[in-house]
């Protein structure tokens, strides 16, 4: 009696949790994709109320659309490569509201177009050499755009590189991080790196592989990334690798440790926080690329990665050290700036409000496996409301949904994050 006693108990306080949260699911957009799957880049992003997207059609346009008096679409890109997992694009928009959009590469030269006006895709611009737009790097993948607090754009992104000495890579060439960020009143690209290539971390024995970047409540920008060791390609990373910068030229471990720019492999280390997790060298972890980066409404950041068993599993920073491996149900780590935790699955949706210790589960309003998701940073941050794609499997259907929450159990409201200077009704 007891045991059934205790767990209708149970059942019951799981209720009342359920039943605490209003909720709902609201769908913006569905329209049919290609079936680039490709998670790596930023292809949503909301800017004053409205929505924009870049996506590759059925036909292997690469196009951008926004909601803006209905949804319409400008073509950027008529050919774009059927690489599933890599020329997927990304979007981004500065401080004075131009729209900047990346798109078909994976070590090829820069595909970038920018809008002719303000917050209207209904022209762009292709950039290139000497446009003084054009960013750095001939040889680009995985390019990813985000917003800081203020608004300001920026950029991280691999290039593929002459070696600039002797190493281990067995061929002439190897990977780096690359970042930047947009000076809008000079139309200019500004890099946050050092050395012949303006790289923030590049090494003749170890190939950079995917940088991700975040920016926190007090605007530091947090950066992570993994090593791929002899050769810049293949299925295994290692050591996942971490940075802090507050002044875009000044680079930090996690414990405060200065790097020297470009930082190379044997700089970030366990005992000075740059290591999130310490791997032999000799060691590969299958599939680690995998890598994602979160803050916490206490600025302290949170590195997922996909272990050698295939589990993945999240590291967070509690002020001294990197804490032991959590396991974590997705390559997915989304924290709202209430502390709010998102794991979008390939069915679900699941929220935690205290900091992954429980967790609610919501089925997508239309059910099916679903990939490609992404989620819109930029509304997460100014609103605490998630908004994200997904494009299904079967179909290639491909969804935008918003999903607002709220605790109603918790009345209090969060603390207004700090720096934020944004233009009056912006999401």
């Known amino acids: 009696m007891l045991k059934k006693l205790t767990g209708f108990a149970i059942f019951f306080i799981l209720y009342l949790y359920n039943s605490s949260f209003s909720q709902g699911f609201k769908e913006e957009l569905s329209i049919k994709a290609a ?30 659309g926004s909601n803006q008096n209905g949804w319409k679409w400008t073509t950027v890109h008529d050919n774009t490569a059927n690489d599933l997992t890599h020329t997927t694009p990304s979007l981004g928009i500065d401080d004075l509201g131009y729209i900047h959009v990346v798109y078909d590469m994976h070590d090829d030269p820069w595909n970038y177009s920018i809008s ?17 737009r054009m960013l750095k790097g001939g040889l680009i993948t995985y390019p990813f755009m985000v917003r800081d607090n203020n608004g300001k754009l920026f950029i991280s992104y691999r290039d593929y590189v002459n070696k600039t000495g002797p ?14 960020w947009y000076d809008s009143q000079n139309k200019k690209w500004i890099s946050m790196g050092s050395g012949p290539n303006s790289a923030f971390a590049e090494d003749n024995s170890y190939g950079v592989y995917k940088p991700r970047i975040r920016f926190d409540r007090n605007n530091r920008l947090h950066i992570a990334w993994v090593w791929r060791w002899k ?15 507050d002044d875009k030229s000044s680079f930090f471990t996690a414990l405060g440790g200065s790097y020297t720019l470009p930082i190379t492999h044997t700089q970030p280390t366990k005992s000075n926080g740059g290591l999130v997790r310490d791997v032999s ?7 680690l690329n995998e890598l994602r980066v979160a803050i916490d409404p206490q600025n302290r950041p949170h590195v997922l990665y996909r272990d050698s068993d295939k589990t993945y599993r999240k590291h967070s920073y509690d002020g001294s050290s990197w804490g032991d491996p959590v396991d974590w149900p997705s390559n997915r780590l989304i924290i709202g700036p209430d502390g709010t935790m998102f794991n979008l ?6 929220v935690s409000t205290d900091a992954g210790n429980t967790w609610s589960g919501f089925s997508y309003p239309e059910s099916g496996d679903y990939e490609y998701i992404i989620y819109d940073d930029w509304y997460l941050r100014t609103t605490e409301n998630l908004r994200f794609q997904a494009k299904r499997k079967s179909d290639h259907l491909l969804k935008i949904w918003t999903f607002s929450i709220s605790n109603e159990t918790d009345t209090s409201p969060p603390n207004a994050p700090k720096n934020i200077q944004v233009t009056s009704g912006d999401n």
């Open 35 to 64: 079936a680039h799957r490709a998670t790596h880049g930023s292809p949503l992003i909301t800017y004053k109320g409205n929505i924009y997207i870049a996506y590759v059609t059925p036909n292997l346009k690469t196009v951008v």
């Open 116 to 132: 002719d006006s303000p917050e209207d895709i209904s022209s762009f611009t292709k950039i290139s050499s000497p446009d003084s």
């Open 167 to 180: 190493g281990d890579i067995t061929t002439r060439r190897t990977t780096n991080g690359m970042l930047a």
């Open 231 to 245: 050769v810049p390609y293949g299925a295994d990373a290692m050591q996942p690798s971490y940075a802090w910068t």
């Open 281 to 287: 060298w000799t060691q590969y972890w299958v599939a």
């Open 345 to 350: 699955s390939n069915k679900k949706l699941e």
